[in-house]
Structures are given as structure tokens and as C-alpha cells.
């Protein structure tokens, strides 16, 4: 992991798609304990992926529509 400040962490949406987070990630279950650390991480919108919170395109099987 980078401990710079400069390194900046970007949150943004892709459309009918997931939440695209890029930068110092680490994913933190409701025990607090940590699933995933790295420099990436895609999170489910749809509601359907089969690996929440984690995005695996289920979106594109059931045609998720978001609401922006």
C-alpha cells in the first residue's frame, strides 16, 4: 500500500455499472475485518453479483438500468 498523501484515491461510477475505486483501498467487513486491500476494487450496484460487495458484470445479464 502506498502511505503518500499524494496518492490520491478516486471513487467513480460507471454507467449501468459498478463503483470503480482507485487508489489506497482496503474493504472492511462489518466484524472489521479486512477482505481486500490493493490499489483497486469494483463494488456491486446491481445488487446481484454473486460476490458481494464486489462487482463480478452481473449487470450486464440482467441489463441494470441506474437511476442517476
Do not use: H
Not at 502511505?3 to 461510477?13: G, I, K
Not at 475485518?33 to 458481494?52: F, H, I, K, P
Amino acid at each position: 500500500m502506498v502511505e503518500d498523501e499524494a496518492y490520491v484515491t478516486t471513487v467513480r461510477t460507471w454507467r449501468n455499472g459498478p463503483i470503480r475505486i482507485r487508489g489506497n483501498v482496503e474493504i472492511v467487513n462489518r466484524d472489521g475485518e479486512t477482505v481486500m486491500q490493493g490499489d483497486r476494487a469494483a463494488l456491486c450496484r446491481c445488487g446481484a453479483s454473486r460476490n458481494n460487495p464486489f462487482c463480478d458484470n452481473t449487470q450486464r445479464m440482467i441489463k441494470f438500468t441506474a437511476i442517476q
